[in-house]
């Protein structure tokens, strides 16, 4: 059940915002362990292994991981949008466009059973935007700890970073140095974010302030 406040939108009671928590938390893990799966199941495809059984599994999983990314931008929606509804409303229309670009490739590689061009990193474009979004929202207001907003602001900045030097041939984020560009992200995402919202919770929203470099210094 919500609460109505007058100026600054829908707010969540207790219970409301620890369940929200929990389920955003648990979604976190299922979509990056469904998309660990998929992926290596559909390159094992792509690398020779001609069994479409395996292939097909991973595209489902792939599906499920889409799915469980739109219920965390679907959930997370109503808290981000009392910090910044302006930015709030990307969050789940980037999270969906991440879905249907996932969904899209899956598609094809069923119907042609060969991956689409660089297909993970047209998954990144819309992964990365609405992650920075995310913990931009999270580091200024406070609804986690701030060293594990910024953990996820910096791996959302550099795989967003990591898809044109892909593209261009600079490196490859699939393998050697082009996977420390997935690491944070995938620390914060695995890891630190969904451990903390499922064990802790969200905190009370602090005042909203610009993030700058003196308030990353000074902010504890």
Sequence with gaps: ???????????????????????????FVVQMLTAMVGTSLIQAFVDGDTDRAPMTIGVVLMMCSGLAVVGIGLLMYPVLKDVNPRLAGWYPILRITECIVSAACGVYLLAQAQ????HLLWVYL?????????????????????????????????LTLGVPLDLLGL?????????????????????FLPTWLITKGLNARRPTKELTPASLVSSR
């Design 115 to 118: 991956v689409v061009p660089h």
């Design 126 to 158: 819309p992964t990365g935007a609405g992650g920075i979004i995310l913990t931009y929202l999270l580091v200024v207001s406070r609804l986690v700890p701030r060293p594990i907003a910024l953990l996820g602001l910096v791996g959302y900045l550099s």
């Design 1 to 27: 059940m919500t609460t109505l406040s007058t100026k600054t939108g829908p707010r969540f009671s207790p219970m409301s915002r620890r369940t929200t928590a929990t389920t955003v938390g648990v979604l």
């Design 171 to 191: 490196l490859d984020m699939n393998q050697g140095p082009g996977l420390l560009l997935v690491v944070p992200g995938g620390l914060f995402e695995l890891v």
